[in-house]
């Protein structure tokens, strides 16, 4: 099973940018699509945004289309969140997590999940 570990969280002010690293150990990333999810305080997990298992293809939440972008580095077992034009809604844990299945338009998550980096956007 992978294991992953998040980080590149902390506090910026909207409109700011921040990015995201997912180191993976024990095993390949490149056998699985991933993604990344959120939790804000009091909400439910979301799911942010996808990559395939090359990254020839990538599926972004509404909220966040045309400001996140999700890539991939197989070699070196990462993957990355970019997030530009920050605001204070997208506040919360953001987790790296496999993924059981993976199309152009859905995602569901898998068992191996990080413990999350905290995201705070000051408005």
């Known amino acids: 099973q992978v294991q992953l570990v998040e980080s590149g969280g902390g506090m ?11 180191a993976a150990s024990g095993r390949t990333i490149s056998d699985y699509p991933m ?21 020839q293809s ?3 939440a509404e909220s966040v289309k045309g400001r996140f972008t999700i890539s991939r580095d197989n070699v ?4 990355y969140l970019q997030m530009n034009s920050l605001k204070p809604e997208d506040t919360a ?5 496999t993924a059981t299945f993976y199309s152009g338009d859905d995602f569901r998550p898998g068992h191996s ?3 999350g980096t905290q995201v705070t956007v000051a408005s």
Request: with cysteine; proline share 2%; aromatic share 14%.
């Open 12 to 22: 910026v002010q909207a409109g700011g940018s921040l990015r995201l690293y997912c």
């Open 35 to 55: 993604g990344w999810f959120r939790q804000a305080p009091g909400k439910a997990r979301e799911f942010v945004a996808g990559i395939s298992t090359r990254g």
């Open 58 to 60: 990538t599926l972004l």
């Open 76 to 79: 070196k077992n990462m993957v």
């Open 93 to 97: 844990v953001y987790y790296c997590v």
């Open 113 to 115: 999940w990080g413990r």
